[in-house]
């Protein structure tokens, strides 16, 4: 355990995804305290939340707009109170897909093709493409759009998220994720959804997707993908723990979708699937995240925020 012993962990918040939070929540609460910790939960409903008057530091289960946004982030900061996972700029640049992709292109990071459409604007790219709000999470208002015929639908959905919408070129093939913990990157896994389209449903209803860890694939693409994720990390200047998706093409070439600064976190979550199959039990996981909580840029007394160097 940390050179500190209270913590709250955020949990519920505004957004559109405030159930999976609570659930994330629950189950980080139950980590801490079996690590040891004296952890609390504390239900965000709001900017003018209140933490326990003796907590030392905080784990942010929070998923969405205000948790994974940065603002919460910089709430944070201005107590000085450490928190684990990125900072408030790197959570408010991986929160944002347009300027994710931006920073992945800058780097040199292979990501699908994509374009950004404002209110009026025409898709130039051609059929199949995903269509996703610009500042959303948990697939909300993410389409795959095959036929022209079903384009002004999908949309229109992802504008009522925002002012803008990714338009990006469908990637045929493999759903992966790579889970960073510290500086280091977990075994990849592959997502088996229905169709080959990871939405909603998807995601949370029990059943309905299968999951292979460490993923079927020879070794050199596994390291790709890995080192891949790395690259992501570091680029979007992540610091204690995130998780990158992508496509596996049918070229055998990984494309980067995005990066998630505060992934699901329950037992059953993919980051805790990953973790498992590298021998870290979710207690221990959620406690090794805990010992990464800063803020303003500096290492909290429990750790350092890596910034990702190695692969397992």
Not at 69 to 90: E, F, K, N
Not at 176 to 193: R, Y
Not at 245 to 267: A, K
Request: charged share 25%.
């Amino acid at each position: 355990m940390g050179g500190f012993r209270n913590v709250a962990v955020l949990l519920g918040g505004p957004s559109a995804e405030r159930e999976v939070s609570l659930r994330s929540g629950a189950a980080v609460v139950q980590g801490l305290r079996e690590a040891g910790y004296r952890a609390r939960p504390v239900d965000v409903r709001d900017e003018a939340f209140d933490l326990p008057p003796d907590c030392e530091a905080v784990f942010i289960a929070l998923h969405g707009a205000f948790g994974e946004d940065g603002r919460a982030q910089a709430l944070l900061d201005a107590r000085q109170i450490p928190y684990t996972g990125s900072g408030a700029a790197a959570s408010r640049a991986a929160f944002d897909k347009a300027a994710t992709k931006r920073i992945l292109d800058a780097h040199g990071i292979r990501t699908p093709a994509y374009e950004i459409l404002r209110n009026g604007a025409a898709r130039r790219l051609p059929l199949p493409v995903v269509v996703k709000p610009t500042r959303q999470g948990s697939t909300i208002g993410v389409h795959r759009v095959r036929r022209a015929g079903d384009e002004a639908a999908a949309v229109r959905d992802a504008f009522t998220y925002g002012p803008e919408v990714l338009v990006e070129r469908y990637i045929a093939g493999r759903e992966l994720t790579v889970g960073i913990v510290g500086g280091t990157a977990l075994p990849v896994l592959e997502i088996v959804a229905p169709e080959g389209w990871y939405d909603y449903g998807a995601k949370y209803t029990a059943g309905r997707t299968a999951y292979k860890v460490p993923a079927p694939l020879d070794d050199r693409t596994a390291q790709t993908c890995r080192e891949m994720a790395l690259r992501t990390f570091r680029a979007l200047n992540c610091r204690g723990f995130a998780r990158v998706d992508f496509r596996l093409g049918e070229d055998g070439c990984p494309y980067v979708l995005e990066l998630n600064t505060i992934p699901g976190f329950t037992e059953t979550s993919l980051l805790p699937k990953a973790a498992a199959a590298a021998g870290i039990a979710f207690a221990p996981l959620c406690g090794r995240i805990m010992e990464l909580a800063a803020y303003g840029g500096v290492a909290a007394a429990g750790g350092g925020g890596e910034r990702g160097t190695d692969v397992v």
